[in-house]
């Protein structure tokens, strides 16, 4: 064992070195002008997806793709963070670092479960390889174990990779990555993302007993149509008794005005035939329907509920923040729900445990465009239920100033809600809709605004729309106006949040 020590070094040293460096320049990204008050955020550097969601030993854990050197992408470490109420979360030391010949140009993207009192993470172990024309791919993608007793400090085995791309005619040998673990009967499972030899997203299936050993069961699902050339961050996971298959598909085209993001997030309600590793599925839809929401990953949580953080921000985005040292932010805890045979996304119920001062209003009826007094601020939730029996439109400015403004506004005779973010301040601009009808003349919603970013949760999770915003520090004011006739707030409060 004592290569494996050695090599246990190998990971520590670099992730001390890590700790060194982020440990001077945290301070000056923390304290920078967009970094979140209540949202998970690096301490310094750049991060993605969200990693190794679970809960252990009494407490959750949530990992992230984690570029710590650089408000850039670049090699992947973990990092991580840990909270006991999935609302205050704490950086803690960096997990797994990009040092060995499997994994040596990055840790990508898995995921956690937990065995025998102990917390196992099944990562991507991703290898550039030298793009010559004789070599088919430019990567090689395997799937590797590293396990912990703390929580805290983790040992990559010693037989990785666990599992290497299967061969097959309908396989593409490059792209291979994601894993995504459950249990059934006894049995482990995971999805892998992956890409079919005609370049088209879809996704393999694995079994294990022990997750050390893994065979290839199946191609769980593929492309049909508009679907993506890969797809990313697979999700397997049961909603009140419905199967849902989640992932981000790459290169999905523009239709009208959905899928107008740079990639999607999205999910398949259907039914997995375990004996033949089928996933048998309904259509394509988007979880969230704004700019900014990127490889959600889902857990169940002990109490048996359903849990989702995503990355909120997108590849290829204006990031104003990497002036400032560090880059992207993960979504708030979001719950899922199957109503109606519906997928509904709500705020988790801790969500309220971050509620400080507030102000309450009920039934404000407006004429004309009007602010109230303590409905204003950089960060906090709005909550309002606005009756639109008397007018035909309303609009909300948030983050607002002079100089800028984010839009809010809902069409009653289109039925669509849109999301403007064309003078929101520096960075990224464009507009997002959804179709949506009134309960009882009524629109309902719930607002997390925070230093440099906003989501807005229609109707009880309807739809949800995520964006980045970055506006200047004194842009807090919000106004509310009705677009002729009369706008009846029945309900509105504003409630200062705080996670510190
Ligand atoms: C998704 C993704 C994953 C990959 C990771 C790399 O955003 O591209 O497929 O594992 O990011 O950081």
Known sequence: ????????????????????????????????????????????????????????????????????????????????VISEDLVHWKNVRVALAPVDEYDKDGCFSGSAITKDGKLYLLYTGHVNLPLDEKTEVDRIESQCLAISYDGITFEKIARNPVIHCPKGDNIHKGHFRDPKMWQHDEHYYTVIGAQNSKERGQVLLFESTDLEQWTFKSIMASCSGNEGYMWECPNFVEVDGQEVFIFSPQGIEPEDKKFLNHHQSGYMLGKLDYESGIFHHGAFELLDYGFDFYAPQVIQAPDGRCIMIGWLAMWESEMPEQEDGWAGIMTIPRELHMENGKLKICPIQEMENLREQSRVYENIELYEADSLDGISGEFGELLTVMDLSGTETMQINLRCSSEEETVLSYDKRKQIFSLDRNCAGKGPKGQREIKIGLQNNCLKLR??????????????????????????????????????????????????????
């Open 447 to 500: 607002i997390f605004i925070d230093k440099s970013s906003i989501e807005i949760f229609l109707n009880d999770g309807e739809a949800v729309l995520s964006a980045r915003i970055y506006p200047n520090k004194e842009s807090s004011r919000i106004i509310f106006s009705p677009g002729g006739g009369k706008l009846r707030l029945t309900q509105v409060a504003f409630y200062s949040l705080s996670s510190s």
């Open 1 to 80: 064992d004592f290569i494996q020590e050695k090599k246990l070094d190998k990971q520590q040293k670099a992730i001390d070195h890590a700790m060194d460096f982020i440990k001077k320049k945290g301070e000056h990204s923390t304290k920078s002008r967009w970094y979140p008050v209540y949202h998970i955020a690096a301490p310094t550097g750049w991060i993605n997806d969200p990693n190794g969601f679970c809960f252990f030993a009494g407490k959750y854990h949530l990992f992230y793709q984690y570029h710590p050197y650089s408000a850039q992408w670049g090699p992947m470490y973990w990092g991580h």
